[in-house]
């Protein structure tokens, strides 16, 4: 997740390491706007697409997968009186580089694997597209049709791991009797063009790059609906906050607003706020780069670009640039957007506060990789004693701590949350 410094977010523990570096080493440089950086996205994952054995996020998804289940085994053995669990499970599946395990790839074996719908020549993108096809490489190499499928099938592949290893969560919450007071969300952090427009990855407003899923599920509060408005992954925290009775500090102001309104209406049609606000100053911007989403309309400005402005209604692959129309309706929406997010961003600001981050990030860096380099990765913390079977327990208890459902010593099954054993630890 790019997170950098304390590495616990707030939680107790964790579980694993984090997929990618947890230090300065991976800062974009806008002092430097026309350099391709070691670390930014470039053609290889495409050319390179394909079935493969092994991966690092294969091993990386494995790793998490596995602590994960063995976390919720132990979880269920709680007693009623012990604080619940919260667990984050993060996949970094589906995501480049296009290779997925053969079982996976052969999954979409004589499957039509369509090509990209919308195709736009270089020149006629506009000049955020034209940054990021510079720094993916895609202004040197084009990626040749059958790489572009191959990318795409991996992609599709991916997708279908993840929904299995979706499914292997959900079936521990159901054998250990936790799926019905359990809340369960599902979202991810970006998506990805896969060719779309001629763009790949993510690091774009488009709807390829920037509309994620979301789906709650808490059966002993709502049902099932689907809500039409737009949310955001910052409405996240305030609903959980919501939805455990808990409290905002009102000290500290929060993005985000909480989604249960939304989710114990009737249909949700009743509910009047859609509006999301994104920002964005990472790989392929020289200054920030801004969107608010509100019902159809998508405006995105960026104070060294021309504005846009898109109805995903009538234009869903956002094709027609409306933030030059004199259509008297358009422009009321246009003129209002611009208003709105002057009065959000201060622009001169935000770019003087990202130079100076991007600046002090990059002599700490500097600083870090001379000498012995020591890492800000997390270590997890894996205590060897508690393990598997250790001398310093009696072998009988070792064996009924481990197994899941509990039994007593006849191997009658026991109620599930009076096991031995210690509550929520996952070695157990």
Request: charged letters at 25%; hydrophobic letters at 30%; aromatic letters at 10%.
């Amino acid at each position: 997740m790019h997170f950098i410094g304390e590495q616990l977010h707030g939680f107790e523990e964790r579980l694993t390491s984090d997929i990618y570096p947890g230090d300065f080493g991976w800062s974009v440089n806008w002092d430097e706007p026309d350099r391709r950086l070691e670390w930014y996205h470039n053609t290889s994952s495409i050319n390179q697409a394909g079935p493969c054995i092994r991966s690092n996020q294969l091993d990386f998804d494995e790793e998490v997968m596995f602590k994960s289940t063995r976390y919720l085994y132990a979880a269920a053995r709680r007693k009623p009186s012990d604080r619940p669990f919260c667990l984050t499970v993060s996949l970094t599946h589906p995501h480049d580089p296009y290779t997925i395990h053969k079982k996976y790839w052969d999954r979409y074996e004589n499957q039509d694997i369509p090509m990209p719908d919308v195709n736009i020549p270089d020149e006629d993108q506009d000049p955020h597209s034209k940054r990021l096809l510079h720094v993916e490489g895609l202004t040197e190499e084009k990626p040749p049709d059958e790489a572009i499928l191959r990318a795409r099938r991996a992609y599709f592949g991916a997708v279908s791991y993840v929904d299995d290893n979706v499914g292997r969560i959900l079936e521990v919450l159901r054998e250990c009797g936790l799926d019905e007071n359990t809340i369960v969300i599902f979202s991810a952090d970006h998506g990805d063009m896969l060719g779309e427009r001629g763009l790949w990855y993510k690091m774009s407003w488009f709807e390829g790059s920037a509309r994620v899923p979301l789906l709650i599920s808490y059966p002993q509060r709502f049902t099932t609906k689907t809500i039409p408005q737009n949310v955001s992954s910052l409405d996240l925290l305030p609903t959980l906050v919501d939805l455990v009775g808990g409290s905002i500090d009102p000290r500290l102001p929060l993005d985000g607003n909480s989604l249960l309104p939304y989710l114990e209406s009737a249909n949700g049609l009743d509910i009047t706020n859609d509006t999301v606000y994104g920002e964005y100053a990472g790989e392929g911007t020289i200054a920030p780069l801004m969107m608010i989403r509100r019902g159809p309309w998508k405006f995105v400005t960026c104070p060294v670009d021309p504005p846009q402005l898109f109805n995903l209604r009538t234009d869903p692959n956002e094709l027609q640039n409306l933030a030059t129309s004199q259509t008297p309706e358009i422009r009321n929406v246009f003129t209002s957007f611009v208003k709105e997010a002057n009065e959000r961003w201060n622009f001169t600001n935000i770019h003087d506060e990202v130079l100076r981050s991007q600046r002090s990030r990059r002599v700490c860096w500097d600083a870090l990789t001379r000498g012995r380099f020591e890492s800000w990765d997390y270590q997890p913390k894996e205590e060897a004693r508690e393990k598997y079977i250790r001398s310093n327990v009696p072998l009988d208890e070792l064996e009924l701590r481990a197994r899941y459902p509990p039994v007593d010593q006849f191997g009658h099954e026991l109620p599930r949350g009076n096991a031995k054993g210690i509550a929520g630890s996952y070695n157990q």
